[in-house]
């Protein structure tokens, strides 16, 4: 990898388009017109990401959520609890900004498959419990089973977690299994925060399904009271990524973009239906 890292001005590109396919189209043709191997592989996987909002790959991903809703349902009547299942789709900053936090690590971008997904939240009680973070691990099992077992599919192994970057948080109600419960032969496809959460409380178990045709997604799950402590309390995800993406952190100014269907709000807050900020969709509890 090269020794100084150049990128394309984003902030440039966005100001010139009218709608994100333009952004999308406009971003990849400037990091190609730049002969460096770091702006080929990033353009590369813009362009992989890109392929997967065609409208038959986004058709078939809804006919994906409405199967996988379906089992769901099944599941939850198993056990005797509502799931809420969400899904979303990484926002292009934040996509733009993992990419190159890969690239000036000198870290491989076929690590990067949660583009699209979507989240599981078991709705139990406020406070966790053994039975409750059992829970999960019960319906992990039942997935990897559905899409291994009966669809065909992948799971990508998942990058192990940095015993020294992640520690017990101290807090009380933060339950932690002392025994792996994931399916036996699928232990280096999840990515398991529940047993190793991180330093700021964050639980949940992770994994990604690659589908026979190449269609990525990625899976989390996690109980109610995780999912409060990832949105609301100590695992908020707005301060994690402010450090995390240091250094590879794309500041704009959205008061010049003049993009279809998006504008910043008085407050400043974005309203966006681009996908320019965080996006989810919820179908409600099953």
């Known amino acids: ?124 009680e406020s406070e966790d419990n053994p039975q409750t973070v059992k829970l999960c691990y019960e319906v992990l099992n039942k997935l990897i089973e559905y899409f291994v077992m009966e669809r065909g599919c992948l799971l990508t192994e998942a990058e192990p977690i ?17 025994t792996n419960m994931i399916l036996p032969g699928f232990e280096t496809n999840v990515k398991d925060y529940i047993r190793n959460p991180k330093a700021n409380g964050y639980q949940s178990l992770h994994t990604i399904v690659r589908k026979t045709d190449g269609l990525v997604f990625e899976i989390q799950i996690r109980t109610m009271a995780m999912n409060t402590r990832a949105e609301y309390g100590s695992a908020n995800h707005l301060p994690y990524k402010t450090n995390k993406y240091k250094g590879a952190d794309i500041e704009l100014n959205f008061t010049n973009l003049s993009i279809q269907g998006f504008h910043a709000s008085k407050d400043g807050n974005i309203c966006d239906m681009v996908c320019l900020v965080k996006s989810g969709d919820p179908f409600g509890l099953l």
């Open 1 to 124: 990898m090269e020794k100084d890292i150049y990128f394309p001005d984003l902030q440039q590109v966005l100001e010139t388009v009218t709608t994100m396919d333009e952004a999308w189209e406009e971003y990849i043709k400037a990091l190609r017109s730049n002969p460096s191997l770091t702006n080929f592989l990033y353009a590369n996987k813009l362009e992989e990401f890109r392929n997967m909002l065609a409208i038959p790959k986004l058709r078939e991903l809804e006919q994906e959520f409405n199967e996988v809703k379906e089992h769901l349902r099944k599941i939850a009547k198993m056990y005797g609890v509502k799931i809420r299942l969400t899904r979303r789709q990484k926002d292009f900053v934040g996509l733009n900004e993992k990419i190159r936090l890969f690239l000036l690590r000198n870290s491989t971008l076929d690590k990067i498959n949660d583009f699209l997904g979507f989240r599981i939240i078991l709705c139990t």
């Open 162 to 178: 940095l015993k020294d970057a992640y520690v017990t948080n101290e807090d009380s109600t933060i339950v932690i299994p002392q």
